[in-house]
């Protein structure tokens, strides 16, 4: 492993500027309040935001940054007021660390619109310091943004719930795609995408995986069990999809076209946007005339991410994951960009600083 730079009571790997390239840190966490969960960390997810912030893509970075927001791992002091967990108990901590706890959004357990939220990593919490994330041997986190993970659900597979999970659950729900024998289209097939896939199997829809790619076929159909899949270039295909889906979730990123995807919708549509692309182009009559919603999201808030967790565990609903060591880090972000990664890298952190 390279030499550590810094001192602190916390062995982390950090981008020192907008290179990306992550290296061996050390910081201190904070000591445990009185409503804090302190959790040793075992597993991180790799999320395309672990990129975006390291290379400074949104030009707000803070150096040194420590990323990853898909936390999984065990208890090991809980603060004096703290009643939900115990030492020894599987947790996991995801996109935001932090909000303030009493506004509209946060009163209904919709944290993560909370204009005061905090995220995980490179965010600003309450006491000025900048937060740092699971690509770290632990984390302090006050107990309403920790998340109990059923005994039995490997740890390794529950990391990628915190952010790749919930992105897609949320938005879900909220349009109500858990309907039996209803149409579910979902584009791109990613980290976000495969776990529609999974979602929209195990709530019993029928399930079409819209792809750029004719390569992604295969696993499509044959390793996530999607229903049919078409490729989003080719006319032919698309017109066999036309005004036949009930909903879309849309994960592609960089920019796309809509009005191609929202004429596939019947009537009264729903189209989920996961993404952020630099703008948004649709013909008004691709809604209007259809009744059809294009609809945004962001993760979700702690009562969605709860029941998430325990759904998957329910249901025996598990990503596909690559493990790697964090030494691997900076080639499995460049691997991430290319898009070469089937479907989520996870980092075995509790292995890689030893």
């Given at each position: 492993?390279?030499?550590?730079?810094?001192?602190?009571?916390?062995?982390?790997?950090?981008?020192?500027?907008?290179?990306?390239?992550?290296?061996?840190?050390?910081?201190?966490?904070?000591?445990?309040?009185?409503?804090?969960?302190?959790?040793?960390?075992?597993?991180?997810?790799v999320c395309y935001a672990d990129v975006a912030w390291t290379r400074n893509?949104?030009?707000?970075?803070?150096?040194?940054?420590?990323?990853?927001?898909?936390?999984?791992?065990?208890?090991?002091?809980?603060?004096?007021?703290?009643?939900?967990?115990?030492?020894?108990?599987?947790?996991?901590?995801?996109?935001?660390?932090?909000?303030?706890?009493?506004?509209?959004?946060?009163?209904?357990?919709?944290?993560?619109?909370?204009s005061q939220h905090v995220f995980t990593f490179n965010g600003v919490d309450t006491d000025g310091t900048v937060t740092k994330g699971g690509y770290s041997t632990h984390i302090v986190v006050h107990e309403r943004y920790c998340f109990k993970i059923p005994d039995g659900y490997p740890l390794e597979k529950a990391a990628p719930l915190l952010c790749a999970g919930i992105t897609v659950y949320s938005p879900m729900m909220r349009h109500n795609m858990n309907q039996p024998g209803k149409s579910l289209g979902v584009i791109g097939l990613g980290g976000l995408g495969h776990m529609a896939v999974k979602f929209g199997k195990a709530f019993g829809l029928k399930v079409t995986v819209i792809s750029t790619s004719e390569s992604k076929r295969?696993?499509?159909?044959?390793?996530?069990?999607?229903?049919?899949?078409?490729?989003?270039?080719?006319?032919?295909?698309?017109?066999?999809?036309?005004?036949?889906?009930?909903?879309?979730?849309?994960?592609?990123?960089?920019?796309?076209?809509f009005d191609p995807y929202l004429t596939l919708l019947k009537v009264g549509g729903v189209m989920a946007l996961l993404s952020f692309p630099s703008e948004i182009k649709v013909h008004p009559a691709n809604l209007n005339l259809g009744g059809r919603s294009?609809?945004?999201?962001?993760?979700?808030?702690?009562?969605?991410?709860?029941?998430?967790?325990?759904?998957?565990a329910a249901n025996k609903i598990y990503?596909?994951?690559?493990?790697?060591?964090?030494?691997?880090?900076?080639?499995?972000?460049?691997?991430?960009?290319?898009?070469?990664?089937?479907?989520?890298?996870?980092?075995?952190i509790e292995n890689s600083f030893k």
């Open positions: 492993m390279a030499a550590e730079c810094g001192s602190g009571n916390c062995d982390a790997w950090a981008a020192r500027d907008p290179s990306g390239i992550l290296s061996p840190y050390k910081f201190n966490r904070r000591v445990v309040q009185s409503d804090d969960v302190s959790l040793r960390i075992t597993h991180c997810g893509i949104l030009n707000n970075s803070m150096y040194p940054l420590v990323p990853g927001h898909e936390i999984a791992g065990v208890v090991t002091e809980v603060g004096a007021d703290v009643k939900s967990f115990k030492v020894g108990d599987h947790v996991g901590v995801g996109t935001y660390v932090n909000s303030c706890r009493d506004c509209e959004n946060c009163n209904s357990s919709l944290e993560n619109y909370c295969k696993e499509a159909i044959d390793l996530l069990g999607a229903d049919n899949f078409v490729v989003s270039w080719n006319e032919n295909q698309m017109e066999t999809l036309k005004s036949s889906l009930h909903f879309i979730i849309d994960t592609a990123s960089g920019d796309h076209p294009l609809s945004g999201s962001v993760t979700g808030g702690t009562k969605d991410i709860q029941e998430m967790i325990n759904f998957c990503p596909d994951i690559e493990m790697i060591k964090i030494d691997y880090i900076n080639e499995a972000l460049q691997r991430l960009v290319d898009r070469d990664v089937r479907f989520r890298f996870v980092i075995d």
